[in-house]
């Protein structure tokens, strides 16, 4: 569980870092940049606090519902938009045009979970993506 833990940590450092990379290698906006750190911290301690409820409250049930299979989704779901997210600014970074389905795929995320979980600094259109 531990390792698990620190891997969906990583992804989304992993994905701050490959933003900033973009950012600098782009017309850098530092208003765009603390925009974009202050999602990420803001992900960081919301990760942080469903990982505190695990251990804590693993066995309680919330609305007759166990926490644990909560925690499970809301952490795979956040780990898996943080790597596709990373997957995208890594094709920017290396000019690549084909990332409509690494974008369609994002669009996705968002409508599952919701727009108030991925709110992300404002980033550029993607040219050639719908």
Request: proline content about 2%; charged content about 20%.
């Amino acid at each position: 569980m531990d390792k698990l833990i620190i891997f969906i940590f990583a992804i989304i450092g992993i994905n701050f870092l490959v933003g900033v990379v973009k950012s600098v290698g782009k017309d850098f906006d530092i208003q765009i940049f603390w925009q974009g750190f202050g999602s990420v911290l803001k992900k960081e301690i919301a990760l942080a606090l469903l990982v505190y409820g695990y251990y804590y409250l693993g066995d309680i049930e919330v609305l007759d519902i166990a926490y644990a299979p909560i925690f499970f989704f809301i952490a795979g779901l956040s780990t898996v938009y943080h790597t596709n997210s990373a997957l995208i600014n890594i094709c920017h970074l290396l000019e690549l045009d084909d990332v409509a389905v690494l974008q369609d795929l994002d669009d996705l995320l968002k409508k599952l979970k919701g727009k108030r979980f991925f709110q992300d600094a404002p980033r550029e259109e993607i040219e050639g993506v719908g």
